[in-house]
């Protein structure tokens, strides 16, 4: 059984899906079930060599670590290693690094973060399970020797555009390439030149001997190895031959002894070949069998986001964002700024589930995710994000001058037993400028002159009416105690009022930096009409405000969420090197507003 860091995710009552019928059906079937399992990666031998597999089934989530993970990944996480937890099975994690490029270490710790902070981990029966796909060169290229000694393979030396031409299309077959009844000796003694670098990059292909004819273009000959001289972050120059992904992942599935190789449709086509490559290495004896089996499902699209790697890369680093972690990325360090919590992720894969058609899904979706996760957790807080004063003229005289009025509040509606929030009502508040208008448009129930209306918690107040500056902005709201309509008070409700209005006292509200993101393209599928996705930036998509939040929120911490009354889910935040402060007060993030608000 998986260990988890994460005891509350149900293991039960999960909607079916296709790919859980699948695991369902093999270990039903028992499809897996003689395996054996070398303790690390390897061949059929180290397997052999090994104990009975004491995963159930093996799942992997493989990132190429050129980037940090997007909401898409969330997904692809949530399912592999959400599906290894429910099963008795593993999931490694696995840093598919065959291209010769540098690995940034940064990406690559930022990968486990994410994964971890999602709640999930790779280690399990003893083992860390945590695997970098060059390791497997060695191998690959045994395999490669073996497909050619097996006159499944030879090394192409036709030009780029001469291999294009031949490969045919849909409706043309293509044509054998002149190098491709060499024997095996000849195919064998020109992949060791390749290796041993003999040839430039580009003088020559190996590759695999399928079927020039074949309705699946994938399955015309594909090319497995390319020459490259190029460096490897871990191998350094002991290769200047590299294997294609579709060669290398299908061969790293096997050595690992993945069960289920979930990935997304794009890779649908290229299944035959990942079945023919497997048969070939499982007849030849080099991997462990049954081998693994590839399953595809919709990659994730989300509105009004970006989930590509190279477009979220040109966000940061032409400043469109504030970085990688920028409170309107997508990124998963991204929403866990933006106050995400690990839970509303999980809930959010959940709840969109898996299907083998494309489809967007919408961010509202997301958004409601967060609310069902924090609403019966997050304490409740009264802020004022655009404040005005309002002066209650006679206060002095009716409860003395100078008089603060303690007031209570729960810290949850629903939990009494999580105590009460403690502030205090005196002479001059702080109320959102909205809720003030000279005359009242239709439905308004707020502060208008003769109106009444309840300060939540506190008392009714009757407006008398507001003082403006020389442009006319309002300065002041006043208003008039309506004495022994406290809240909680008997006979507080004497006096009915269509309106209650959330509020700060001026003498204990603490000033703070409010920031309000709103969704980072204008559009739902921003670039989805073959246009520039940067043209449909939205460039009013965050709002700094200095607001007033009530004393409560002295004792939060970075990363506290709340929801403040009537605004929405709010989560305390550190500051940011990149950003600007307008207060020396705390700072919070809206994530997302409430469903229906309470103003009327
Ligand atoms: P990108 O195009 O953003 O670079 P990628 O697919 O190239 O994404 P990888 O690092 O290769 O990124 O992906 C790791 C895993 O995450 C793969 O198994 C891939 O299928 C999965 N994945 C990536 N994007 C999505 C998505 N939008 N929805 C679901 N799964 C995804
Ligand atoms: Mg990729």
């Keep these: 059984m998986a260990s988890s860091p994460d005891k509350d995710v149900p293991t039960s009552g999960k909607p079916s899906n296709f790919l859980r019928q699948?695991?369902?059906?093999?270990?039903?079937?028992?499809?897996?079930?003689?395996?054996?399992?070398?303790?690390?990666?390897?061949?059929?031998?180290?397997?052999?060599?090994?104990?009975?597999?004491?995963?159930?089934?093996?799942?992997?989530?493989?990132?190429?670590?050129?980037?940090?993970?997007?909401?898409?990944?969330?997904?692809?996480?949530?399912?592999?290693?959400?599906?290894?937890?429910?099963?008795?099975?593993?999931?490694?994690?696995?840093?598919?690094?065959?291209?010769?490029?540098?690995?940034?270490?940064?990406?690559?710790?930022?990968?486990?973060?994410?994964?971890?902070?999602?709640?999930?981990?790779?280690?399990?029966?003893?083992?860390?399970?945590?695997?970098?796909?060059?390791?497997?060169?060695?191998?690959?290229?045994?395999?490669?020797?073996?497909?050619?000694?097996?006159?499944?393979?030879?090394?192409?030396?036709?030009?780029?555009?001469?291999?294009?031409?031949?490969?045919?299309?849909?409706?043309?077959?293509?044509v054998d390439s002149p190098y491709r009844s060499r024997s095996a000796e000849e195919n064998l003694a020109r992949f060791r030149e390749m290796r041993d670098g003999k040839l430039p990059d580009g003088g020559a292909v190996l590759r695999a001997k399928i079927d020039m004819a074949s309705p699946n273009i994938n399955m015309r000959d594909p090319t497995i190895y390319r020459i490259k001289h190029a460096e490897h972050h871990n191998t350094g120059n002991?290769?200047?031959?590299?294997?294609?992904?579709?060669?290398?992942?299908?061969?790293?599935?096997?050595?690992?002894?993945?069960?289920?190789?979930?990935?997304?449709?794009?890779?649908?086509?290229?299944?035959?070949?990942?079945?023919?490559l497997l048969d070939r290495l499982a007849e030849g004896g080099l991997i462990e069998t049954p081998h693994p089996r590839q399953y595809e499902f919709a990659r994730l699209n989300l509105t009004y986001v970006v989930t590509s790697k190279r477009k979220l890369r040109q966000l940061v680093d032409e400043g469109h964002v504030d970085g990688w972690d920028d409170p309107r990325m997508p990124t998963i360090v991204g929403l866990r700024r933006r106050g995400y919590t690990p839970e509303s992720l999980r809930l959010f894969a959940e709840r969109i589930g898996v299907s083998k058609a494309d489809s967007w899904i919408e961010y509202s979706v997301l958004e409601q995710a967060l609310r069902d996760d924090l609403d019966p957790k997050a304490p409740r807080a009264m802020a004022v994000l655009d404040p005005v004063k309002l002066v209650i003229t006679n206060w002095d005289e009716l409860m003395g001058e100078g008089y603060l009025d303690p007031c209570t509040a729960p810290v949850h509606p629903h939990a009494p037993e999580r105590g009460k929030r403690e502030f205090t009502f005196g002479k001059e508040l702080w109320i959102e400028r909205t809720d003030y208008e000279d005359t009242p448009p239709k439905g308004f129930f707020r502060l208008f002159?003769?109106?009444?209306?309840?300060?939540?918690?506190?008392?009714?107040?009757?407006?008398?009416?507001?003082?403006?500056?020389?442009?006319?902005?309002?300065?002041?709201?006043?208003?008039?105690?309506?004495?022994?309509?406290?809240?909680?008070?008997?006979?507080?409700?004497?006096?009915?009022?269509?309106?209650?209005?959330?509020?700060?006292?001026?003498?204990?509200?603490?000033?703070?930096?409010?920031?309000?993101?709103?969704?980072?393209?204008?559009?739902?599928?921003?670039?989805?009409?073959?246009?520039?996705?940067?043209?449909?930036?939205?460039?009013?998509?965050?709002k700094v405000l200095t607001s007033y939040v009530e004393p409560s929120l002295a004792s939060f911490r970075w990363d506290d969420k709340v929801q403040f009354e009537r605004h929405g889910y709010f989560v305390a935040q550190r500051m940011h090197p990149h950003a600007s402060r307008t207060t020396d007060g705390p700072v919070f993030n809206r994530i997302t507003g409430l469903k229906d608000s309470w103003a009327k």
């Design 449 to 542: 002159p003769g109106n009444k209306v309840r300060l939540k918690y506190g008392h009714v107040v009757e407006c008398t009416g507001a003082i403006r500056n020389s442009s006319g902005a309002v300065t002041e709201v006043r208003g008039r105690l309506i004495a022994d309509t406290k809240s909680g008070t008997p006979g507080a409700d004497a006096i009915k009022v269509k309106g209650t209005i959330s509020w700060v006292g001026a003498a204990d509200g603490i000033q703070a930096e409010v920031r309000l993101y709103d969704r980072l393209f204008r559009v739902a599928q921003p670039g989805a009409r073959d246009n520039e996705f940067r043209e449909e930036i939205n460039s009013q998509s965050l």
């Design 22 to 174: 699948v695991i369902e059906r093999d270990l039903e079937q028992g499809t897996y079930a003689d395996r054996k399992w070398g303790g690390s990666p390897g061949d059929r031998q180290h397997h052999e060599d090994g104990v009975p597999d004491p995963a159930k089934i093996r799942t992997r989530f493989p990132p190429e670590p050129n980037g940090y993970l997007h909401i898409g990944h969330a997904k692809s996480i949530c399912l592999n290693f959400g599906l290894a937890q429910d099963y008795g099975g593993v999931c490694h994690l696995r840093f598919d690094d065959t291209n010769p490029e540098r690995e940034e270490q940064e990406y690559v710790d930022a990968i486990r973060d994410a994964v971890h902070w999602l709640g999930y981990t790779w280690e399990a029966n003893g083992t860390n399970h945590d695997y970098h796909a060059s390791n497997y060169f060695d191998f690959m290229y045994r395999a490669a020797e073996y497909l050619i000694e097996s006159g499944n393979a030879y090394v192409d030396e036709q030009s780029a555009e001469a291999m294009r031409a031949s490969r045919g299309d849909f409706g043309r077959p293509g």
């Design 238 to 276: 002991k290769w200047c031959i590299y294997p294609m992904y579709t060669f290398a992942h299908p061969i790293e599935d096997a050595l690992e002894n993945i069960t289920h190789s979930i990935c997304t449709l794009e890779f649908e086509d290229q299944r035959p070949f990942y079945d023919w």
